[in-house]
């Protein structure tokens, strides 16, 4: 089945790690996209992707790092600058952009304990 | 930032019952989308309306669209208990590649 994995499900970070959370679709979009989301509230886009090997800033980019080598991937990196980084962290894809309706995987669980 | 904005903020009925969430934005938009998201999980799509569409629909769900007011609505008709999640609208602005979430409707459907 096509589908879109983030893994792990639950993360622990210390404080000044820097941590990879994974995103990995098998429905050859194009697409690919970071969200946060903090308690009872909305997604915000930490950075995107239309095609391999070039990606885009979201609205909260700052402490966050990505890449993107394969269609398939889309790795986040949560580095040491970003100083709140407990949150639920969402990827998503999509064929070609939000012109049509995003795939998201089932989220990865950031605590900084 | 955040575009849309919806409103209840949460939304409390009885099964059976008819439930409407509605949906504000602030800038034009090329097209907009509804989600649904239990509890911990990802979201899962459920309706896309482009801007130039004033109604969709999909099995018990209806979605409107008033560009001129800039504004939503998604109706989940004879609700069940499983309909209990949070729904969140996300507004694709022209000219523009991303997409912005609301804060979401939280729905209880109480059986």
């Known amino acids: 089945d096509g589908g879109i994995t983030q893994s792990p499900k639950y993360l622990f970070r210390k404080e000044g790690q820097n941590v990879t959370l994974s995103c990995e679709q098998n429905l050859n979009h194009d697409a690919m996209y970071w969200y946060r989301q903090d308690p009872g509230q909305g997604l915000r886009l930490i950075y995107y992707?239309?095609?391999?090997?070039?990606?885009q800033k979201g609205d909260i980019a700052e402490g966050y790092s990505v890449s993107r080598e394969k269609k398939e991937s889309f790795p986040l990196t949560v580095t040491s600058a970003q100083k709140n980084p407990t949150a639920f962290y969402l990827c998503?894809?999509?064929?070609?952009?939000?012109?049509?309706?995003?795939?998201f995987g089932s989220g990865t669980r950031l605590t900084v304990v | 930032s955040q575009q849309g904005e919806e409103d209840p903020q949460a939304l409390s009925i009885q099964e059976g019952e008819n439930a409407t969430m509605n949906c504000s934005y602030k800038t034009s938009i090329n097209n907009l989308q509804w989600y649904r998201q239990n509890s911990g999980r990802g979201l899962v799509h459920l309706i896309l309306i482009r801007s130039n569409e004033r109604e969709k629909h999909s099995g018990r769900l209806r979605v409107t669209l008033d560009t001129s007011k800039k504004s939503s609505s998604l109706l989940i008709t004879a609700s069940r208990a499983a309909d209990t999640a949070s729904y969140f609208c996300?507004?694709?602005?022209?000219?523009?590649?991303?997409?912005?979430f609301g804060a979401g409707t939280r729905l209880t459907v109480k059986p």
């Open positions: 998503a894809s999509s064929l070609a952009g939000p012109y049509y309706g995003y795939t």
């Open positions: 996300a507004t694709v602005p022209y000219n523009n590649n991303d997409m912005r």
């Open positions: 992707s239309q095609i391999v090997n070039d990606f």
